[in-house]
């Protein structure tokens, strides 16, 4: 497989295809994985379980801001690439950094992970997140590489490898009724799969071995803003049952199984793909950086429409759909379609927040994601039920990030030249 940047496209109907079927392989993985827990683990087992898995995509989250950054210092750079660090060594640093640092601080955290806390299994899966993450921060780099220098198959390939890999090891995991502990350490070990991609193609390591576009210490520092903004991100798209946990006592929440599945399933059909295509999406701003607002215009529209009907659909068939799913499991139509319509709002705000990254406006970038987060969060102290705040605090944190992010769109002096690429053709 090799690059598409000879062509002036940011990607093909080819690569585009791969990259949607990487994609919908991912959220297929997340249901599936998801519903197995569901039958196999108990109500109580399955809320501790959904609190780690919720704790370790949010921590794949904060790695995507590497990723994102990877994208964009590799797309900027051009085909003959910049005059910076090797990217791969630089994911390889924030590797080790990350798995040194969650490993060290274990003791502080590894409770959250349980609804009881002082459980021996705790420590299994903080040390399953922990590997987890390391392994990720060199998925990021190579995936973000991949999709800077428009090598789609390999990237889609990536993609899908990974989620293929955490199926096969969750179904090891129930076929030896390991319970938590295996079903944790096979979500968190699919992030290595990295490592076999890279060991198998030269053309993955070609990609990853580019030249970032400028020194060390502003990448550096572009690579921790965008993890501040990435790590808002994750808290308010996948780790919210942390929040939850925060905020909630022990009591309602283990009988929250059903609420945090049901965000799961709502977002699954949005924010998956769209983590997918964010290289994709990336890799066009900036390409287009000097239209501003108008790059993303056409698909913010379609996030919003589909939004909408989801959330008809949600609140017509959602009940019914989440009882299939996990029987006993029940929400009301109006709970369900709140969340549908939240999740096109999160979606919104992930597109407004690459544009700002991409136009290189990361004060705002940073500006929006933490807005949305901490106003989320300041939501759920509301005196509510736990589906009430639930849904109005997603539905107002990414309403107020998205209004940030708009601000700093709208208050961007000049627009941007194109890319080298783009000058010099």
Known sequence: MTSDATDDR???????????????????????????????????????????????????????????????????????????PRVLLVGVGVALAAGALLTVTMPLWHDMLSTTPG??????????????????????????????????????????????????????ALALGTGIGGFAVGSAAAALTCVVVLLLSPSARRAAWTRAEEP?????????????AQGANAVLVVGFPVLLRITTPDEVMATSAPLLLAMTLTRA?????????????????VRNRHLG?????????IILAVGAVGAGLAALLGPWLLDVVADGY?????????????????AVLTLTGALCQATTLHRWYLAGWLTATGSAFLALLLPLSLDTRTVV?????????????????????????????????
């Open 330 to 346: 029940r929400l009301p139509g109006y709970v369900l379609a709140g969340l549908t319509a939240d999740a096109a709002l999160i």
């Open 119 to 172: 459980s021996d299994g705790t420590w299994t899966t903080a040390t399953a997140l922990a590997g987890g993450v390391a392994g990720y921060a060199l998925h990021s780099t190579l995936v973000g590489s991949l999709a800077g220098t428009r090598r789609w198959g390999l990237y889609a390939v990536t993609i899908s490898a990974e989620s293929s890999v955490r199926l096969l090891l969750v179904l090891g």
């Open 216 to 228: 060390t210490l502003p990448l550096v520092r572009r690579i921790l803003a965008a993890f501040l």
């Open 10 to 84: 940011t990607i093909g109907r080819r690569g585009g295809a791969y990259v949607g079927l990487a994609a919908a392989l991912s959220a297929l993985v997340g249901f599936v994985v998801l519903i197995i827990a569901a039958r196999a683990l108990s109500p109580a087992e399955n809320a501790d379980f959904q609190v780690f898995w919720a704790a370790l995509f949010a921590a794949f989250g904060v790695l995507s801001g590497l990723s994102m950054e990877t994208t964009r210092t590799v797309t900027a750079a051009g085909p003959s690439g910049g005059g910076g």
């Open 393 to 425: 605090a997603l539905a107002l944190g990414p309403t107020l990030g998205i209004a940030v992010h708009l601000l700093g769109l709208r208050r961007a002096r000049a627009p941007l030249a194109p890319p080298v690429e783009q000058r010099e053709s």
């Open 293 to 301: 607002l108008r790059a993303a215009l056409p698909v913010i529209r």
């Open 269 to 285: 059909p949005l924010l998956v793909p769209l983590n997918a295509y964010q290289g994709v999406a990336v890799t066009h701003f």
